[in-house]
């Protein structure tokens, strides 16, 4: 089987191990394993992964991001912020699923507020990638999102 190393390698992805004890709203960042940035536009292929789990499930976090990236999909399964988006090349989605960070609307659709400053945050890890993720973040959701600053 192939490993998460050797897959990354195959579709050109990189992985990011984070601390969350280094970032603003760590509270937050604790509960995540990992998520994925992928935009073909780009060429941003990254998958993030919690520094806090053991060496054998911070491979498998990476092996499962990764897949989401080979499959063309970017993954944000932020638990705390109950926001998950996922893009591809062929299909996009936005789950309803929201709590504090978002406004307390029944659904999310063009009406729907998401504050960016404290949406963002949650990305403010240092990595050169932050830049393209954000613009990626913002340009793929503003499809479905009225951002407020």
Request: hydrophobic letters at 35%.
């Amino acid at each position: 089987m192939e490993t998460w190393q050797e897959k990354a390698a195959r579709i050109g992805a990189e992985v990011v191990i984070f601390d969350p004890d280094n970032y603003p709203n760590s509270e937050d960042l604790e509960n995540v394993d990992g998520w994925a940035v992928y935009d073909k536009d780009y060429d941003v292929k990254v998958a993030f992964i919690n520094a806090h789990r053991s060496t054998v499930v911070q491979g498998n976090i990476a092996y499962h991001e990764l897949e989401h990236i080979e499959q063309g999909h970017s993954h944000y399964p932020f638990s705390t912020t109950k926001l998950m988006y996922e893009s591809s090349a062929n299909d996009s989605m936005l789950e309803k699923r929201v709590d504090d960070y978002v406004c307390s609307y029944e659904s999310i659709d063009e009406n729907t507020i998401i504050d960016v400053n404290k949406f963002l945050d949650l990305y403010e890890l240092g990595h050169e990638l932050y830049y393209k993720a954000e613009k990626i973040i913002k340009e793929k959701m503003l499809e479905h999102i009225r951002f407020s600053y």
